[in-house]
């Protein structure tokens, strides 16, 4: 008999309601998370169901054999899971926790006491059920030992990672295409409250108009919004301070009309996979872009925007630049074309063996 297996994540499933309306709500405000789910139901197959955080005990223990996690950055300051940590205690179910990191790396981090029992939780349901949980990087290993130095933990990374393990010729592929004219950009957006990066966000969206590029949005939920309705009032104030930042109507640019041929954002990894292929190489903010983009086998760089995206670049080895070293576009191409794309995939290719070590006995 097979298990059964809840992911711990939204319920409502895809397409079955107003995309317009509610697909952000269950990508979680990111559309990137959906590459993240798209990883997970590669690793664990299609026979499991999306279990609500808030879940009864007695619903888990009647339905489920074993939950999923897909973690990310819910060790920080800015959480208190108390809540949830009370509820999971009850659950005579394995949690299976994968992803988990912190919110900053070089800054002290103080977990609030309610998120310090999720964290023991976790840690105690790993040991009781032999099941390491899995980390994003040394950072996060290292602030979970600090409060529980018997953690049971391997570093993982995300398992985003396995929306390409079914391509073997990927490193060819990539090798091959950075060697290529590399014009037609694919940028994958920003937010404009990371200041630090507006210098390369701007030169990015010139590029993008000058050689017939794409603006690839995984968030925030404002440019969600105008993508969707780009008339709507309430947007008005946002796409004002996005033709503020980068001047595009002192430029010639009509701010509707760049979001509206140049926008894009997606309901299916198959399908922006799809459009990545139509790009030379891809620059820009969002991991889960990077990785979508490196899968379709194109040459990808991101910009470093924080210390949290900076323990993940590193535990899968990406190609990164931070955002205050001020390369030039050829600087940038420059180092795509050096890039050895092939030790990028041997650590892609470690982590899902380090994942697998972990759900094996699911």
């Known amino acids: 008999m097979s298990k059964r297996i809840g992911i711990l994540w939204n319920t409502i499933e895809k397409y079955t309601f107003d995309r317009k309306v509610q697909y952000f709500d269950y990508a979680g405000d990111n559309l990137g998370n959906l590459v993240y789910l798209e990883g997970l139901h590669k690793l664990l197959g299609s026979n499991v169901t999306h279990v609500p955080w808030h879940s009864p005990a007695k619903y888990v223990e009647e339905n489920f054999d074993a939950l999923v996690l897909p973690a990310a950055n819910q060790l920080g300051s800015h959480t208190d899971l108390g809540s949830i940590a009370e509820l999971w205690e009850s659950y005579n179910v394995p949690i299976i926790v994968l992803g988990l990191g912190i919110q900053s790396v070089g800054e002290k981090i103080i977990l609030s006491e309610g998120t310090q029992n999720w964290l023991r939780v976790l840690v105690d349901s790993s040991i009781k059920f032999d099941n390491p949980i899995g980390v994003r990087g040394s950072a996060s290993n290292k602030l979970i030992l600090e409060h529980y130095p018997y953690a049971n933990l391997k570093i993982t990374g995300c398992p985003s990672v396995a929306i390409g393990i079914a391509n073997s010729d990927l490193g060819k592929q990539l090798n091959n295409n950075k060697n290529k004219n590399l014009r037609k950009i694919l940028l994958n957006s920003g937010d404009l409250s990371w200041k630090g990066t507006l210098a390369d966000h701007k030169r990015y969206i010139y590029e993008v108009i000058l050689n017939n590029g794409a603006y690839v949005i995984q968030a925030p939920r404002e440019l969600y919004d105008i993508l969707n309705d780009p008339e709507n009032p309430k947007n008005i104030p946002y796409i004002e301070e996005f033709n503020n930042k980068f001047n595009l109507e002192a430029n010639g640019i009509n701010p509707y009309s760049f979001f509206a041929e140049y926008g894009k954002y997606f309901y299916s990894v198959e399908d922006w996979m799809t459009l990545c292929r139509n790009y030379d190489y891809c620059v820009g903010f969002r991991i889960h872009g990077y990785l979508v983009s490196t899968y379709s086998g194109v040459p ?27 390369k030039s576009l050829e600087q940038i191409k420059q180092k795509i074309v050096d890039f050895n794309y092939d030790e990028m995939l041997d650590k892609w290719e470690f982590n899902l063996a380090e994942i697998n070590k972990i759900i094996k006995n699911i």
Request: negative net charge; glycine residues 4%; without cysteine.
């Open 300 to 326: 990808s760089l991101l910009t470093i925007v924080d210390s949290r995206t900076k323990e993940l670049s590193e535990t899968l080895g990406l190609l990164t630049v931070n955002f205050d070293e001020n």
